[in-house]
């Protein structure tokens, strides 16, 4: 089965990887995003001898034109950025399939990693579909769940999806090369789903929230992603690391308020119990450490 492949990063290298791997699949082209043009994809063209096309409008008829004589049977996205209409979605004998690390039809959209994780989910997953002229609204060919632990975060679940995307999408293929996938609509596992935007930098933490909910937060937005903000005495810091306290009890005393200390960080008062504050930086710094702030400090 011949693919047209359009990508990028780390999730793409490790599809590739994955698809080349097997003599049923042969990649055709490759489209890159355009404002980054990965240079990993564009080597992995150069050694497959396949044509490397930068592309601003992958929807213009011209370029449509170009990859058609290429003769793709599917195409396939992996984190690829443009929005996709109907007449390059329905431009291949096989239809046109993405892979996204969310388990639709719940979180649709941007960054559901991090979405997964500051909802307290239990699992997160990966869903391979068809495009359609939705937001990750089309047929489900292939859905796996994976646990979330307590001692995950964003930085995990991002390492173990970018190899599990690879996984779920080439078991995918190869349902739909020997023409035993399904399609399942979205509507019949849930009527409505949800949807999520980006994350954006500069996310503040929200010392009301309680404890589980401030530690999921921060977990959802810590390295690689921008941390979550706080401010102290006028500055601006993030943090990186937090951990619930075990039999912490709820009571009333001033939110935000640095309560303890021991050798791993800060205790501080949350809406309802306390949580350990362990690794924090200034925002000017990529470098975090153990706080040490004095009991009284106020924080918002």
Request: net charge negative.
């Amino acid at each position: 089965m011949k693919i047209g492949f359009f990508a990028d990063g780390p999730w793409a290298h490790k599809a590739i990887e994955r698809i080349i791997s097997s003599d049923f699949f042969e990649i055709v082209f490759i489209v890159p995003r355009f404002d980054t043009q990965d240079p990993v994809l564009e080597e992995y063209a150069r050694k497959l001898n396949t044509p490397f096309l930068p592309c601003q409008n992958v929807n213009d008829s011209e370029f449509i034109s170009t990859i058609g004589k290429l003769d793709a049977d599917i195409y396939v996205s992996m984190s690829f950025n443009q929005i996709l209409k109907e007449e390059i979605i329905l431009h291949s004998r096989l239809g046109f399939i993405n892979c996204h690390a969310g388990a639709l039809p719940f979180y649709r959209g941007r960054n559901p990693l991090n979405w997964v994780l500051i909802n307290g989910e239990s699992h997160f997953g990966i869903t391979v579909h068809y495009v359609d002229k939705g937001i990750d609204t089309g047929d489900i060919v292939e859905q796996r769940l994976y646990p979330i632990k307590l001692s995950d975060n964003y930085r995990s679940l991002l390492d173990l999806a970018v190899v599990q995307c690879a996984e779920v999408l080439f078991s995918a293929l190869c349902k739909i090369e020997s023409g035993s996938q399904s399609r399942v609509k979205q509507t019949d596992m849930h009527p409505v789903g949800t949807y999520f935007g980006m994350r954006t930098h500069g996310d503040e933490i929200d010392f009301t929230w309680t404890a589980k909910r401030f530690f999921d937060f921060v977990r959802a937005l810590s390295n690689p992603g921008p941390g979550s903000r706080f401010t102290m005495l006028g500055e601006e810091y993030a943090i990186e690391s937090s951990s619930l306290i075990h039999d912490a009890p709820s009571y009333v005393a001033t939110i935000g308020e640095v309560v303890g200390r021991n050798d791993s960080g800060v205790v501080v008062k949350v809406g309802d119990s306390t949580i350990l504050i362990t690794r924090v930086r200034a925002l000017d710094s990529p470098d975090a450490y153990i706080p040490r702030f004095k009991i009284g400090t106020r924080l918002t």
